[in-house]
C-alpha cells in the first residue's frame, strides 16, 4: 500500500517568509510526528498527534513552529518568519496508534533551503 | 535526558567483509529500541524493533542484537547495496511518551 508522502519534496524560500509543508500518513494509522534532521546530525523529534488527544509540542524549537492536523488525516508544518538555522530536512512518519511501542514509518521527507 | 551514540561515525568495508555498529543508549525506562536504514536524499527505512535485553533479530545479511546498555547490528558478507546510514533509536520513559530519540548515524560504505 501507499507509503508516508510529504510535499514539497524541496522548498527554497527567503528568510522571513513563512513556509508550510503537508504530510499524508498511512492511510488507518492514527499516530502522527514530525522531526527535523538538520545536515550531518540525528533526527530531533518536534511534535506528536495521536487521534483527538492533545498535541505532544514539547519538541517544538520555538513559537514560530506550529503543526495542525484534522482528525486523523493531513498534518502541516507551519514555520513563521524562517531563519537560516531553520534550513533542514523535515521528515513525517506515521503509526498505527499511539499506544504500546509502535513502529514509526518515515516519508521522504522534505528539504527546506533558507536563503 | 535519553541519550542515544552511535559509533564509528563512518565506517568503510570491502564487499564480503563483515562487521558491527554501535549504539549505546541511557534511557529511564526503555521501551523498544530501532533500527533504520536512511539512503541518500530518502526518509528513513524500518529494519528492526528490540525490546528487551538477550532478543536478537535478522533479516538477510543483518543481525541486531541488544544488551541492557546498548545494541549492536551486525553486517554478515555485505554487498556493496548495503552502503546506506544506520540509525539507531530508543523509545522510553512512562506515561505514553511516544518520541523516538535518535543517535547520528553510522555512514556505511561497502566498496566492490
Known amino acids: 500500500g501507499a507509503g508516508v508522502s510529504q510535499s514539497p519534496s524541496n522548498k527554497v524560500t527567503e528568510k522571513g517568509k513563512d513556509v508550510e509543508l503537508r504530510c499524508d500518513p498511512i492511510?488507518?494509522?492514527?499516530?502522527l510526528y514530525w522531526y527535523r534532521q538538520r545536515l550531518g546530525q540525528g533526527l530531533e523529534f518536534l511534535i506528536y498527534f495521536q487521534g483527538n488527544s492533545a498535541p505532544d509540542k514539547s519538541g517544538l524549537p520555538s513559537d514560530r513552529f506550529s503543526a495542525e492536523r484534522t482528525g486523523e488525516s493531513v498534518s502541516t508544518l507551519t514555520i513563521q518568519r524562517t531563519q537560516q538555522e531553520d534550513s533542514a530536512v523535515y521528515l513525517c512518519?506515521?503509526?498505527?496508534?499511539?499506544?504500546?511501542?509502535?513502529?514509526?514509518?518515515f516519508g521522504p521527507g522534505t528539504r527546506l533551503l533558507v536563503l | 535526558e535519553d541519550q542515544v551514540t552511535q559509533s564509528p561515525e563512518a565506517l568503510r568495508l570491502q564487499e564480503g567483509e563483515s562487521s558491527s555498529l554501535n549504539c549505546s543508549y541511557t534511557v529511564s525506562g526503555l521501551r523498544g529500541l530501532f533500527w533504520y536504514r536512511q539512503d541518500p536524499g530518502k526518509g528513513p527505512e524500518f529494519l528492526f524493533t528490540?525490546?528487551?535485553a538477550g532478543e536478537e533479530k535478522e533479516k538477510e545479511r543483518l543481525k541486531a542484537t541488544l544488551t541492557k546498555k546498548e545494541s549492536f547490528l551486525h553486517i554478515t558478507a555485505p554487498k556493496p547495496e548495503d552502503s546506506a546510514t544506520y540509525l539507531c533509536a530508543v523509545q522510553a520513559g512512562f506515561g505514553g511518551a511516544q518520541k523516538l530519540v535518535f543517535g547520528q548515524g553510522t555512514r556505511l560504505t561497502i566498496n566492490p
Open positions: 528490540l525490546y528487551s
Open positions: 492511510s488507518g494509522h492514527t499516530a
Open positions: 512518519a506515521s503509526s498505527r496508534s499511539g499506544g504500546a511501542v509502535q513502529t514509526q514509518y
